[in-house]
Antibody, heavy 124, light 106 residues
Framework: EVQLVDSGGGLVQPGGSLRLSCAASGFTFSTYWMTWVRQAPGKGLEWVANINQDGSNRHYVDSVQGRFTISRDNGRNSLFLQMSSLRAEDTAVYYC??????????????????WGQGTMVTVS | AIQMTQSPSSLSASVGDRVTITCRASQGIRNELAWYRQKPGKAPKLLIYAASNLQSGVPSRFSGSGSGTDFTLTISSLQPEDFATYFCLQDYNYPRTFGQGTKVEI
């Protein structure tokens, strides 16, 4: 079964750090971009960061740039999000997602086709 | 960053109704848009990619259209499991941005 399992969330004080993990199974993890998306309580979805297959290319939303680091370990089929200098506004459920590339008439598109169950981060 | 604006923010409908949700981008994004459905307490589920392509396993009552700045998601006959929140997402450039969501209520 293709699956992503998020873990590592919890309660942390402002200014603190936390490391989220996402364990992948059922597919060849090393061949996919991977993404983190978050959702504050009662709010919409916010894309946070993504990383390419070998970890050499990463992108971040401005609000976490310089505070969060996305990384991966293809040998352990795992994705990580190291979060530091945490703020109250980082409180959210964090989801990892597989970034699938689709091809249509020679044009390539991305979409998040597999999601983890989410892990809650509370900064207070 | 590209702003994605969905309308309406919420709507009320009945089982069997035809429902249309729109998403407008603040600049042209070709057809690089996806739609997701999220049920309360659950992770989002991919419905449509590249504006109009149905994800494998998604029922054919879902369809998408549009290009450039204006997009629509249509549910041809609303089913009980479709009462949820729907989000659009642009994958044209970084940062990826979601619409604010449309809640479909009974």
């Amino acid at each position: 079964e293709v699956q992503l399992v998020d873990s590592g969330g919890g309660l942390v004080q402002p200014g603190g750090s936390l490391r989220l993990s996402c364990a992948a199974s059922g597919f060849t993890f090393s061949t996919y971009w991977m993404t983190w998306v978050r959702q504050a309580p009662g709010k919409g979805l916010e894309w946070v960061a993504n990383i390419n297959q070998d970890g050499s290319n990463r992108h971040y939303v401005d609000s976490v740039q310089g505070r969060f680091t996305i990384s991966r370990d293809n040998g352990r089929n795992s994705l990580f999000l190291q979060m530091s200098s945490l703020r109250a506004e980082d409180t959210a459920v964090y989801y990892c997602a597989r970034d699938h590339t689709y091809s249509d008439s020679g044009v390539y598109y991305d979409a998040f086709d597999i999601w983890g169950q989410g892990t809650m981060v509370t900064v207070s | 960053a590209i702003q994605m604006t969905q309308s309406p923010s919420s709507l009320s409908a009945s089982v069997g109704d035809r429902v249309t949700i729109t998403c407008r981008a603040s600049q042209g994004i070709r057809n690089e848009l996806a739609w997701y459905r999220q049920k309360p307490g659950k992770a989002p589920k991919l419905l449509i990619y590249a504006a109009s392509n149905l994800q494998s396993g998604v029922p054919s009552r879902f369809s998408g259209s549009g290009s450039g700045t204006d997009f629509t998601l249509t549910i041809s006959s609303l089913q009980p499991e479709d009462f949820a929140t729907y989000f659009c997402l642009q994958d044209y450039n970084y940062p990826r941005t979601f619409g604010q969501g449309t809640k479909v209520e009974i």
